[in-house]
């Protein structure tokens, strides 16, 4: 989805949230009619069912019936589509949406003379019921029949066109290039370049920290912690715009440079996932984990592959990450001991010296990962010495 900088004005914001009101309490809705579905007790309630019971709904209370049945209808839409995404094994079940944080609504119908021009950077695009409200044209707005309208923690709103971009063409050259993404370094290619993916400055996490200090000490539902919290909220939002920006760009690079580019394979959902454990089974070492979660997630692992995988269709290729730190790209031997420190690989076999982070990237290039015993990847074919067959008497 293209993504614009909506501006609205005070009353047009006061309909914005009124319509992302209603979204929400229709989707909440629909998630406690799921809940009460149990398997032998027929089919749940799909789409159409859900619409005819919004319609009855509209009827008989009014402040339902002032806003936009277009909004409420596709929130029911992105309900079952929610829900299919369950059953298919994709996606986790829909859970309740909260104020603050899900705030959206999503428009069809929109026809060409819904979205107009007026400046060079300015254009404006009409809303139901809230009229027509400006957005700034940041880059070419695409043909589209749909969009949707946010509202992030800090406060600003945002409007997405659904377009799907053409990928982008490789170089036609054949370069393969392997990508190592860590923590100290955010992406080692193979090349031997290293990106970092940008955050916070220092004057800005101290100021986040102080804040989050003030936080602390504030009394719930006081406007003193309403205040803080949108303070959070924007320094937050800076940081996850430079680390989308930076994915953004990087991964138009790499998919203009490359014609294949393979990656590992992590479960980076598995990989952050929190270590407390329960009453019964505490877990170890909680505080250090979170801080790696915490450097994992804020450096955009997931980001950029998902968006090379987008604009790079059928060139990401995902190899398995066993050993590929420990693998010298040089002569193929494994050891834990050969990687001395988080930048130094020195190889024990053959005394090959590289960053540890530019070897691993090597190796995931040429496609290699072995197990402990120098085999390949599970589910692939083994090497194995000739055994002679036993003679037949």
Known sequence: MSRYRLIPTPVQEAFLREHCAHARYVWNLAVEQQSWWRPGRGHAPGYCAQAAQLTQARAEHRWLAEGSQMVQQQALRDFAQAMANHFAGTHRRPTWRKAGRHEGFRIVAVKPGHIRRLSRRTGQVWVP????IRFRWSRAVPAAKSYRVTCDRAGRWHIAFAAIPQPIPGPGTGEIVGIDRGVTVSV????GEMLH?????PPEQARLRLLQRRLARARRGSNRRGRVKIAIARLRARERDRRKDWAEKTSTHLARRFDVIRVEDLRITSMTR????TLAQPGR????KAGLNRAILANGWGMLIRRLEDKAPGRVEKIHPAYTSQRCSAC??????SRESQALFRCTACGYTANADVNAASNIAAGHAVTARGRPPPG???NREPQPLPLSV
């Open 332 to 337: 193929g031997h494994v050891a834990a001991d």
């Open 274 to 277: 929190t270590a407390r454990g």
């Open 380 to 382: 692939e074919r083994m």
């Open 188 to 191: 080692a290619l193979s090349t």
């Open 285 to 288: 070492n909680v505080r250090q």
């Open 129 to 132: 019921k809230a009229g027509w």
């Open 197 to 201: 993916c940008p955050g916070l400055r």
